[in-house]
T-cell receptor, first 112, second 116 residues
């Protein structure tokens, strides 16, 4: 167990809908990272938050947004969902700008 | 730009035999190198990392990796494979001076199949 908790584990929703994925980082970790894992594109970095502030952006679509709350948990919001958004979404956390991050078990999103 | 290559999509090995999962990297400076394992329907689990020092790094579950600067490689090894080692293995790299973990680049993964 990495100590990173993601909910829900599975999510099935229709095109055009909006969903929220939740992540609780390891105790004491200030940085949270979101990744998308799809079959054709591998593991893609989406966005990082550090102690409540956005720190870095990767290949994140404008339809997607995230935030980190004062208790350090984070949410990834995906809107106007398309079939191609179906993927595994991972959250990872690290201490500060730590060298290693630890991953949650992921949320499998299926858009139908 | 940094990159990492895992040249084999799949590696098959008999139980009890040694295993190697290959990884080569490209960074402009010195690398931080990582191996992660992903079991079906699970997240990535950290196995080991190379930052500096001894070229042979030991990690979890009996795995080790050898850093070879001249060949820009960081192959994952285990002396005796177990069926339970069957999983997807990811190599990852970032330049030491590139910033934080968000700069890590992951390989495409190698599926390890250990045959009983």
């Amino acid at each position: 167990d990495s100590g990173v908790t993601q909910t829900p584990k599975h999510l099935i929703t229709a095109t055009g809908q909006r969903v929220t994925l939740r992540c609780s980082p390891r105790s004491g970790d200030l940085s949270v990272y979101w990744y998308q894992q799809s079959l054709d594109q591998g593991l893609q970095f989406l966005i990082q938050y550090y102690n409540g502030e956005e720190r870095a952006k990767g290949n994140i679509l404008e339809r997607f947004s995230a935030q980190q709350f004062p208790d350090l948990h984070s949410e990834l919001n995906l809107s106007s969902l398309e079939l191609g958004d179906s993927a595994l979404y991972f959250c990872a956390s690290s201490s500060g700008q730590g060298v290693v991050a630890f991953f949650g078990q992921g949320t499998r999103l299926t858009v139908v | 730009a940094q990159s990492v290559a895992q040249p084999e999509d799949q590696v098959n090995v008999a139980e009890g035999n040694p295993l190697t999962v290959k990884c080569t990297y490209s960074v402009s400076g010195n690398p931080y190198l990582f191996w992660y394992v992903q079991y079906p329907n699970r997240g990535l689990q950290f196995l080991l990392k190379y930052i500096t020092g001894d070229n042979l790094v030991k990690g979890s579950y009996g795995f080790e990796a050898e850093f070879n600067k001249s060949q820009t490689s960081f192959h994952l090894k285990k002396p005796s494979a177990l069926v339970s080692d069957s999983a997807l293995y990811f190599c990852a790299v970032r330049d030491v001076n590139s910033g934080g973990y968000q700069k890590v680049t992951f390989g495409t993964g190698t599926k390890l199949q250990v045959i009983p």
